[in-house]
């Protein structure tokens, strides 16, 4: 709301210069957008909440000045000089829909339409308004000093000598001043024409056939209460906003419509504009003021400070309310203009507003109890610590991701009613994909090679019973292109498998939780068929790994392959076990080398089970240290060195029984067709 | 006297100690040293061994003075080589750690580097701030219902408000949609409270709102603060906000509190921080005003409480008996002004250009 300094200063002496006085309204929730100087003037915009639409005018806003700096409030001449017969003789007005009007009030002036003198232009372009003709002028000049809106209608123009305010019928049409045919529905309010011709649409705009033009003479001037939510809904069915809407959405005074009616009317004979037939043709009633019990006592409890009794009352009586009685129970009546005062903490809030938030001192309430962060969310810490200690980075992408592109993730998917675009008219099932691997084709394109990413979030996967989606906390890993660790070490080979399956491992093994299973079968089928494996806890699947299905890639334009995985944050938080201490071996250990030739479809966890199976509890501890395929071994098959360590925690083992229980194990390997090239 | 074998035996000695003075400080490695001890103190034809058998030649008086003088050369010379070798020793260890030598200006063999988002590690610091000061951290649902975000927040069909939190809906029945704000978690805590009406929670998390532009993201993450029980007051929560921006910001930063509008809140209240681009001066960040919008707040408005009331069929936050404040701002809005980060959309790129300026 933009307002003139020289504007507020006729209905309000202000004793400070525009910018504290905008600095100052701002602290009692008028805050100031902006402030610029045109000629000798300076206009301020304040940014009116959608709460306070009684400050979106000028003598609104000279009142919160006036509280502000204890000055009086000067209200705008509004004394009519009425002249000629009665308006009642040439107009009248009904309300067919109380539930849209209940107050509907006209005057008629007789005029010589023509330009407004400068001053007028000037204060109406200041705020941004274009000046038309000298009463259109006048009735804007009077929605910007007194907040209502009020339309005039060329009275002989009309198709009956009266105004009605009516709901529209579905199918009526009416072309508004924007030269807009309009196709109306029985949410439209009308001020419609006694005959039931459709003349303005209540509230938000005018029609075109009843303008004001230059050869008027006679003016039915209407000012109205339209109901803010039939105003709201009746605007958004045209998409429209107007100045007129915009205040009756959020509340107009319905007494201002008399006090507006006779403010023009003031203004026409003052002028020179016209003359103004005698009356006011009213139809309906002004609504009753509110009233509200208020506790003074109230307002010190809730704001920790005992506010002076005349405090109270003072700032009470500046913004219009009336207030009876005394001690700790008031009756309060709200005044017309303040349609957003209906309970007793809207009351408080005015006292607390003018009495000052700087005048409040600031304590800090005890704790009660300790603060805490929950399991979960230590946990999802841990994670983002170890992945990025890891080496990789921490993204965080949309929740919306393209239904199409994530068809193969999930067979149930929740979809937006109302989305920005198709790239996003999902909520995605996977973290990782598309997520990631788009993640990924972006930093490509920036000719990134090496790529490692992960983000903890939310999957969101359909209810069973359809109601609010599951939301999946889950950890998502990405790594794509030549490791950069390795570059000193020589090693350049891209991501692969192995380094996916390490990186998930270790996460594991860093959160306490026991090694997952990987199982070859059940992946996705974004992923490689050969590359791939489900990730089991016990017997509950909790995610998947696997190098990124070459189509799939293809599909994104990917130079480098990349390899992926997504694990469920819950079932890994469950699964940690409390960390015990094992005292220090007493006996030494025994290590041997084992190569071993293992047929296809052998796989290391199956020649690991068959090892440990036949050499018994003393072989502690197994690990794979080396991997060949090639000339040397026959096709398919695939060398494998494994080093095992023996030991027992009561005794110190004999040479023979390591011997014994390896021999076990090369017969059972035999037996399964795998070959012991060697032991060491 | 020239026959005189003491004097011939002083002669020799004299001789032999110049000879060995020139060569000790010629000899640069172990075989010329031992070559020396060879020639002057070995047993079989070392000079000062020859001299002294030849002690015996002489009169019996002057033996005992020039065995002495004898024995001392022996123990000089003897000497000198341990010095000597010792100094050898000493050169050759310099000379081997020389060879050692490493170029320390060559870069290191990295370990990896990764990193948190920005937006983690504000979102972390919040967190740490508010539990040291007894708050719980409490995660709500994504995924809400108009009752959560809208309606116990004061904000009934057609309110107005709603219209500056233009909202994602899901499909289906249900009216399900995406949570424009972390407000709506501080009604499902009310509503799950155990322990009510004692709330004092923070609640960070994603909202979403249909707005898709230069300055804003449809999905963004705001912190929720709630603080409820008897007694709580407007100076409760100027203190609690007072705390929590300096210790974010730091102590030098003036906060400033002024009167505001939100539905949910009444008095509502808007804290602003001294801006820390230009420490109140005017620049392009505050635009000139001095000033950085931070924050949203204000006392629970009645309404809230009654409508978490009705759903729960009981007065368990009664709003004769309790107050409490609320608060909410935005992580990304924090991330920006810390890092000086120019555009929200960035953050939600993974661009690596962008996370590798944020070391974890």
Redesign the interface.
């Known amino acids: 709301m933009k307002a003139p300094i020289s504007w507020l200063r006729e209905y309000v002496d202000v004793p400070v210069e525009a910018e504290q006085l905008g600095q100052d309204l ?4 008028l ?1 100031l957008g902006g402030l610029e100087r045109v000629g000798d003037d300076v206009v301020l915009d304040f940014e009116v ?4 639409v009684d400050c979106m005018n000028v003598v609104g806003l000279a009142r919160e000045t006036a509280v502000r700096y204890g000055k009086p409030l000067r209200r705008p001449a509004a004394d009519v000089a009425e002249s000629g017969a009665p308006a009642s003789e040439v107009l009248s007005v009904a309300i067919d829909a109380p539930d849209l009007c209940p107050y509907f009030a006209a005057r008629v002036l007789e005029v010589k339409i023509g330009p407004s003198p400068d001053w007028l232009r000037a204060r109406l372009e200041a705020v941004g308004v274009r000046a038309i003709n000298n009463l259109v002028d006048l009735t804007n000049y009077v929605m910007l000093e007194t907040g209502q809106p009020s339309h005039a209608f060329d009275l002989e123009r009309l198709p009956a000598p009266g105004l009605r305010a009516r709901w529209a019928k579905p199918g009526e049409k009416l072309r508004t001043l924007d030269g807009v045919e309009r196709e109306l529905s029985a949410k439209n309010g009308l001020v419609a024409a006694s005959d039931g011709t459709p003349l303005a649409l209540a509230g938000v705009m005018g029609g075109g056939d009843s303008e004001v033009h230059d050869g008027t003479r006679l003016i039915a001037l209407e000012a109205a209460y339209w109901n803010p ?1 039939a105003t ?2 009746s605007a958004r069915s045209h998409s429209l906003h107007t100045e007129a809407s915009h205040r009756f ?2 509340g107009a005074d319905p007494a201002a419509t008399r006090f507006a009616l006779d403010r023009i009317a003031h203004l026409v004979v003052k002028l020179g504009i016209g003359s103004v037939r005698p009356g006011i043709v009213t139809a309906g009633a002004i609504p009753a003021a509110r009233h509200v019990v208020y506790h003074p006592q109230r307002t010190n ?5 005992r506010v002076p009794e005349g405090e109270h009352r003072r700032v009470l009586v500046g913004l219009g309310f009336g207030v009876e009685g005394g001690g700790g129970s008031w009756g309060v009546s709200v005044p017309t203009w303040r349609g957003d005062v209906g ?1 007793e ?2 009351v ?2 005015e006292v ?2 003018h009495f000052g ?2 005048n ?6 005890p ?8 399991d ?2 230590r946990f999802a ?1 841990r994670v ?2 170890l ?14 991701v393209s239904d199409a592109a994530q068809r193969g993730v999930a067979d149930a998917r ?7 675009s198709e790239e ?1 008219d999902a ?1 995605r099932a996977s973290v990782a994909f598309p997520g ?1 691997v ?2 990924l084709q ?2 490509q394109r ?1 000719g ?1 090679r090496d ?4 983000e903890v ?2 999957a ?1 996967l359909p209810a069973a019973d ?4 599951r ?1 999946v906390r889950r950890v998502a890993l990405l790594v794509s292109g030549p490791d ?2 390795a ?3 020589g090693r350049r080979e891209g991501a692969d498998f192995a380094e996916l399956k390490g990186l998930v491992d270790g996460l594991v093994e860093s959160l306490g939780a026991p090694a997952p299973t990987w199982e070859a079968e059940g992946a996705p089928g974004f992923l490689h068929p050969g590359q791939s494996a489900r990730l089991r806890l016990g017997d509950a699947a909790i995610g998947w790994a696997g190098a990124l299905h070459p189509d799939v890639a293809a599909g994104f334009d990917l130079r480098d392959a990349a390899c992926l995985a997504e694990l469920d944050l819950a079932p890994l938080l469950a699964a940690r076990a409390a960390v015990r201490f094992a005292p220090l071996p007493k006996f030494p250990a025994v290590s041997r080398d084992l190569s071993v030739v293992c047929p296809p479809g052998l796989s290391a966890a199956g020649l690991e089970s068959i090892i440990r199976g036949a050499a018994g509890p003393t072989l502690r501890h197994v690990a794979f240290v080396d991997r060949y395929a090639g000339p040397q071994v026959k096709a398919g098959h695939v060398s494998l060195t494994l080093s095992l360590r023996f030991s027992d925690p009561d005794r110190t083992l004999v040479g023979d029984e390591v011997q014994r229980a390896l021999e076990a194990a090369v017969q059972a390997l035999a037996a399964a067709g795998a070959e012991v090239r060697g032991v060491a | 006297m020239a026959d005189d074998p003491t004097r011939q035996l002083e002669e020799r000695a004299r001789a032999a100690r110049a000879e060995f003075d020139a060569a000790v400080s010629a000899a640069t490695d172990a075989a010329a040293l031992q070559a020396l001890r060879d020639r002057f103190v070995g047993r079989k034809a070392g000079l000062v061994t020859a001299l002294m058998k030849d002690l015996g030649q002489l009169p019996a008086e002057a033996r005992k003075a020039a065995g002495a003088s004898l024995n001392a050369l022996k123990q000089a010379i003897e000497g000198a080589l341990e010095e000597r070798q010792a100094a050898l020793a000493a050169g050759e260890r310099e000379a081997r750690l020389q060879a050692e030598r490493v170029d320390v200006t060559l870069p290191g063999r990295p370990i990896p580097q990764g990193g948190r988002h920005p937006l983690t590690t504000v979102r972390e610091d919040l967190e740490d701030i508010f539990v040291a000061m007894g708050y719980e951290v409490y995660d709500g649902p994504e995924v809400e219902d108009d009752y959560h975000c809208f309606e116990a927040l004061n904000m009934p069909a057609d309110h107005p408000a709603r219209d500056m939190q233009d909202t994602f809906y899901l499909e289906g029945p249900g009216g399900l949609l995406l949570r424009t704000h972390t407000s709506a978690t501080q009604i499902r805590y009310m509503v799950e409270n155990e322990r009510p009406p004692e709330v004092r929670i923070i609640c960070p998390g994603k909202v979403y709102r249909r707005d898709d532009d230069i300055t804003h993201s449809p999905m963004f993450q705001q912190i929720e603060g709630l603080v409820v029980g008897k007694g709580i007051t407007l100076g409760d929560l100027k203190g609690t906000i007072e705390v929590f921006l300096h210790r974010l910001f730091g102590p030098q930063y003036p906060v400033r509190f002024r009167h505001s509008y939100f539905p949910y809140t009444e008095p509502s209240v808007e804290a602003d921080l001294g801006c820390i681009n230009c420490g109140g001066s005017g620049c392009r960040i505050c635009k000139q005003t001095g000033w950085l919008e931070i924050l949203g707040s204000g006392m629970v408005n009645p309404a809230v409480f009654e409508a978490v009331n009705r759903r729960l069929g009981r007065n368990a936050y009664d709003p004769e008996q309790v107050t409490g404040f609320a608060f909410g701002l935005g992580i990304d809005r924090v991330a920006m002004l810390r890092y000086g980060i120019d555009h929200i959309r960035l953050l939600y790129q993974s661009d690596l250009r962008f996370l590798e300026q944020f070391p974890r």
Do not use: C, Y
């Open positions: 701002t602290k009692v929730g805050e909440t959608t709460n306070r939510l709201r809904r959405e959020r409890r809730l704001l920790g400070v309970s903490i809207d408080v809030e607390a507003r938030v700087d409040v001192p600031a304590t800090t309430p704790a009660s109890r300790p603060g805490r962060l929950r979960d969310a810490r983002r610590e992945l990025a200690g890891a080496g990789l980075h921490e993204v965080i992408s949309l929740s919306m929740v979809r937006l009613a109302n989305p920005l996003g909520l990631l788009q993640a972006l930093n920036q990134r790529v490692r990413l992960f979030g939310a969101f359809g109601g609010r989606p939301e950069p660790q570059r000193w070490s």
